[in-house]
């Protein structure tokens, strides 16, 4: 695909819904809620705050910018931009980095999805209804066991993201968005409604909120910063790839302060969702996983019109694990339409299908395979643990020390509209402060 041809967002709003739709995942629906209310409440709001605003931001912005001077895949631009720069074509590298941590990423996102399919379907025909904390435990033992089990719903979810992909940037990535991202809201919304009925949405609010400065240690700001890091979608290729569809009219800091804040803005409703079930049940707020697919199931197994309030959280769940995977399948797709002869359609089946295979191998570590160990990690821990703490970080790491560093300091400056004392508030953070939150964050991750 030559750049004169290459796709664009029909506008700023569908860029902002993908954007934040990749941002929005799994993680968000529980982890950043829990993070706030186990460490420091509004204190910890604040320190997660500036700790996007110095790291996540700045790289955010540096992805896109890389994506949007490129107009090509993740690999090309990187390639393209550093010749044109004069500089080693190495840098490709962190694109091709980005391309293949959210390879493998999805390889085992989708089996999650998977879950969160299953887990659906399990609302609607009662599966839940009346079980005890043992027999809930036992039907999510039961599926991670069953290999047959995980592989229909893996397949079922790979199929919509394969769907969705396939139909292009307008169709497939916004027309999800475009309706998924809205139906989140309104299913987080009601489910906050319903929250507020329960007698325990004040605990839930004071558990989140309350602030707590003596929680703040070294080790939490460390966490935000991680948190920050990771909840953007940063150093997996998406957004370089995102943003090459992305015209010279739009803003990217001012983009960039609106997706996270609305990514910030669905996290917290998230637990505002949650928690008031959680407290309401007697339940512990930091179950992790198990929240989700153990204490939540047994919640909605025994209280009043717990089947739709089920139904309505793993749809929820489900919406928010494909506006992820649609993005984290994106950069391959584009990097084999522009690298290959093959069409959108055979690229994304390709790249599909491709992903779907090494699912199968990671979730049959819950089972078949189970005592199969790659440096002691099974094969689903072993791909968590390689592209969160040693790809992503080192991917973001080399996005902002190039369009820092490397790319020529007053276009750069000129294309993101800063002057006078704001840029050199962005030459400090983008050269000295995101790069060394980088470095604490993968260093604190092999600690």
Same mark, same amino acid.
Request: hydrophobic share 55%; proline share 3%.
């Given at each position: 695909?030559?750049?004169?041809?290459?796709?664009?967002?029909?506008?700023?709003?569908?860029?902002?819904?993908?954007?934040?739709?990749?941002?929005?995942?799994?993680?968000?629906?529980?982890?950043?809620?829990?993070?706030?209310?186990?460490?420091?409440?509004?204190?910890?709001?604040?320190?997660?705050?500036?700790?996007?605003?110095?790291?996540?931001?700045?790289?955010?912005?540096?992805?896109?910018?890389?994506?949007?001077?490129?107009?090509?895949?993740?690999?090309?631009?990187?390639?393209?931009?550093?010749?044109?720069?004069?500089?080693?074509?190495?840098?490709?590298?962190?694109?091709?980095?980005?391309?293949?941590?959210?390879?493998?990423?999805?390889?085992?996102?989708?089996?999650?999805?998977?879950?969160?399919?299953?887990?659906?379907?399990?609302?609607?025909?009662?599966?839940?209804?009346?079980?005890?904390?043992?027999?809930?435990?036992?039907?999510?033992?039961?599926?991670?066991?069953?290999?047959?089990?995980?592989?229909?719903?893996?397949?079922?979810?790979?199929?919509?993201?394969?769907?969705?992909?396939?139909?292009?940037?307008?169709?497939?990535?916004?027309?999800?968005?475009?309706?998924?991202?809205?139906?989140?809201?309104?299913?987080?919304?009601?489910?906050?409604?319903?929250?507020?009925?329960?007698?325990?949405?004040?605990?839930?609010?004071?558990?989140?909120?309350?602030?707590?400065?003596?929680?703040? &240690? $070294?080790?939490?700001?460390?966490?935000?910063? %991680?948190?920050? *890091?990771? =909840? @953007?979608? #940063?150093?997996? +290729?998406? /957004?370089?790839?995102?943003?090459?569809?992305?015209?010279?009219?739009?803003?990217?800091?001012?983009?960039?302060?609106?997706?996270?804040?609305?990514?910030?803005?669905?996290?917290?409703?998230?637990?505002?969702?949650?928690?008031?079930?959680?407290?309401? &049940? $007697?339940?512990?707020?930091?179950?992790?996983? %198990?929240?989700? *697919?153990? =204490? @939540?199931? #047994?919640?909605? +197994?025994? /209280?009043?019109?717990?089947?739709?309030?089920?139904?309505?959280?793993?749809?929820?769940?489900?919406?928010?694990?494909?506006?992820?995977?649609?993005?984290?399948?994106?950069?391959?797709?584009?990097?084999?339409?522009?690298?290959?002869?093959?069409?959108?359609?055979?690229?994304?089946?390709?790249?599909?299908?491709?992903?779907?295979?090494?699912?199968?191998?990671?979730?049959?570590?819950?089972?078949?395979?189970?005592?199969?160990?790659?440096?002691?990690?099974?094969?689903?821990?072993?791909?968590?643990?390689?592209?969160?703490?040693?790809?992503?970080?080192?991917?973001?790491?080399?996005?902002?020390?190039?369009?820092?560093?490397?790319?020529?300091?007053?276009?750069?400056?000129?294309?993101?509209?800063?002057?006078?004392?704001?840029?050199?508030?962005?030459?400090?953070?983008?050269?000295?402060?995101?790069?060394?939150?980088?470095?604490?964050?993968?260093?604190?991750?092999?600690?």
């Amino acid at each position: 695909m030559s750049k004169l041809s290459h796709a664009q967002w029909s506008s700023k709003m569908a860029f902002i819904l993908a954007a934040t739709g990749s941002a929005v995942g799994l993680g968000n629906i529980w982890r950043f809620s829990y993070m706030v209310g186990d460490s420091g409440g509004a204190a910890f709001v604040l320190v997660y705050l500036a700790c996007v605003a110095l790291v996540g931001l700045p790289i955010l912005v540096a992805e896109w910018l890389i994506g949007r001077r490129g107009q090509e895949n993740p690999i090309n631009s990187m390639l393209d931009l550093a010749r044109q720069s004069g500089r080693l074509p190495a840098w490709a590298l962190v694109g091709a980095s980005g391309v293949l941590a959210a390879f493998l990423i999805l390889s085992f996102y989708s089996v999650i999805g998977g879950w969160s399919l299953s887990y659906t379907l399990g609302s609607v025909t009662g599966q839940f209804t009346g079980q005890d904390a043992d027999g809930i435990g036992a039907l999510f033992s039961g599926l991670l066991a069953n290999p047959t089990a995980l592989t229909l719903w893996h397949t079922a979810f790979m199929a919509l993201v394969i769907f969705i992909v396939a139909r292009g940037v307008t169709k497939g990535l916004e027309g999800a968005v475009r309706t998924l991202m809205p139906a989140l809201v309104i299913l987080m919304v009601i489910l906050v409604i319903y929250g507020m009925t329960t007698g325990h949405f004040g605990e839930a609010m004071a558990f989140m909120f309350s602030p707590d400065w003596s929680a703040i &240690n $070294g080790e939490v700001v460390l966490a935000a910063m %991680g948190q920050a *890091f990771f =909840t @953007l979608s #940063l150093g997996m +290729g998406i /957004m370089m790839a995102y943003g090459s569809y992305l015209g010279q009219d739009v803003s990217l800091i001012g983009t960039a302060r609106t997706v996270i804040i609305f990514d910030t803005v669905i996290a917290l409703l998230a637990g505002m969702a949650i928690f008031p079930i959680v407290f309401a &049940n $007697g339940l512990s707020p930091g179950e992790g996983p %198990g929240l989700i *697919f153990v =204490t @939540l199931p #047994l919640a909605f +197994g025994n /209280m009043t019109g717990g089947t739709i309030l089920g139904l309505m959280f793993f749809l929820l769940l489900t919406f928010a694990a494909l506006t992820s995977a649609i993005s984290l399948l994106e950069p391959t797709v584009e990097l084999l339409e522009e690298r290959t002869p093959l069409s959108r359609v055979a690229a994304t089946l390709v790249a599909g299908v491709a992903v779907w295979v090494l699912g199968i191998a990671a979730l049959m570590s819950f089972n078949v395979w189970s005592e199969l160990s790659i440096a002691g990690l099974n094969i689903f821990d072993f791909l968590d643990t390689l592209t969160s703490k040693f790809m992503l970080p080192l991917t973001g790491l080399g996005a902002i020390l190039f369009v820092a560093w490397r790319l020529d300091r007053d276009g750069v400056l000129g294309e993101l509209g800063l002057t006078g004392a704001q840029a050199q508030l962005w030459q400090v953070v983008a050269r000295v402060v995101a790069p060394i939150g980088v470095i604490a964050v993968f260093v604190y991750g092999l600690i």
